[in-house]
């Protein structure tokens, strides 16, 4: 599966970013996916995951109340909502897709990045 992540951008302390990851591939249905995160100097976290129907999702304690992850199977779309940003939301975000629908990590496969930057 190939994973495109956009929506990253510049924006204020308090504001709002939507990315997007479009994968492709038929069987992206049948994927749990996720988005992970990389600030300079530090290493490449997790953010949020969703499983296979969107029936279940999780989350960094660092994001949780401010971030949203969906994902839409039809237009084979993963989306991260991100609210109420903060300057330490900075980073690179990555999409990531694993092979097992129900899992609350995914990364056997990877996007490329999409940069978030919070100014204060």
């Known amino acids: 599966v190939q994973l495109q992540a956009s929506g990253g951008g510049l924006v204020q302390a308090g504001g709002s970013l939507r990315l997007s990851c479009a994968a492709s591939?038929?069987?992206?249905?049948?994927?749990?996916m996720g988005w992970f995160r990389q600030a300079p100097g530090k290493e490449r976290e997790f953010v949020a995951a969703v499983t296979w129907r969107g029936g279940s999702t999780y989350y960094a304690d660092s994001v949780k109340g401010r971030f949203t992850i969906s994902r839409d199977n039809a237009k084979n779309t993963v989306y991260l909502q991100m609210n109420s940003l903060k300057p330490e939301d900075t980073a690179v975000y990555y999409c990531?897709?694993?092979?097992?629908?129900?899992?609350?990590?995914?990364?056997?496969?990877w996007g490329q990045g999409t940069q978030v930057t919070v100014s204060s």
């Open positions: 591939g038929r069987t992206f249905s049948r994927y749990g």
């Open positions: 990531a897709a694993d092979l097992s629908p129900y899992s609350d990590y995914p990364d056997d496969y």
